[in-house]
């Protein structure tokens, strides 16, 4: 366990809190911290979506440069895994996420909020991926999630140039979904997904899984992962119970039970 990050759980929310001042460097000891919360939010049943939070002041402003400096090839190929490793187990929450981005996310902070359904910025806050000026590209999944977030001339243009992105050129090409002022940034984001505490989590999980996985593939092989999740919810009970309170009762909400 590290005290650098922490699952707050309350009233259905988990929040993931990035704790290591001053930019929230992301060292090994915080991937792995980050792994270990996923995996925490992933199980329990109180926790019903995640918000991704690094405080008042910073998001993250990417893997520690100072512990990969005197890395050699060999110490790299062993620690890449963990780099896509701890943003592979935040896209993996079978659950909604949202990244509450106040202040830097800039590359592996970056690629921890493209790991999350939604991002959440301050008026303030700067993005990016700056890697390629340090020598090197995003080795956290940003070459991937971010040309598949906002297309592949966007990406390239951030990536190839490592230049910073405002708030409002973030929500342009859609690299982030609302900006509002940095005070409201944790509160509006914890909106965003405490909606879904209560909801019926395993459809919830289903239509996360089915829309994910089915951008990896082609149509035909995407449209066969949905019947199968489609098909598969037929056997909760929730399913049973948002039907029979609809055909009794009308519209929703159904009193869902996640199971
Ligand atoms: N790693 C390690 N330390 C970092 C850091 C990082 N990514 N970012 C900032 N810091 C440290 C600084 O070295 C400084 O430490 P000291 O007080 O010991 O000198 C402290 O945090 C405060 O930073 P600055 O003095 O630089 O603060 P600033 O306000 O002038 O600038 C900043 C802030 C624009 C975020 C600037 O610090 C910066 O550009 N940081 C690096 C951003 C970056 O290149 N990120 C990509 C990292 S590589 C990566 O993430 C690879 C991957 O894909 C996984």
Redesign the pocket.
Known sequence: MTELVRLEVEGGVGTIRLDRP??N?LNAEIQHGLIAACREASERADVAAVVVWGGEKVFA??????QMEAMSYTDMVDHSAL?QDFTRALAGIPKPTVAAITG?A???GC?VALACDWRVAADDATLGQ??V??G?I???G?TQRLARLVGPAKAKDLVFSGRFVGAEEALAIGLVDRVVPAAEVYDTARELVARYAGGPSYALRAAKEAIDRGLEVDLESGLEIERMLFSGLFATKDRATGMKHFVEKGKGPAPFEGA
């Open positions: 001053p930019m460097a402003a990417g893997a520690d440069i100072k780099l830097y800039l590359g592996g690629e700056p890697e000026t340090l090197i995003p080795g956290a940003g």
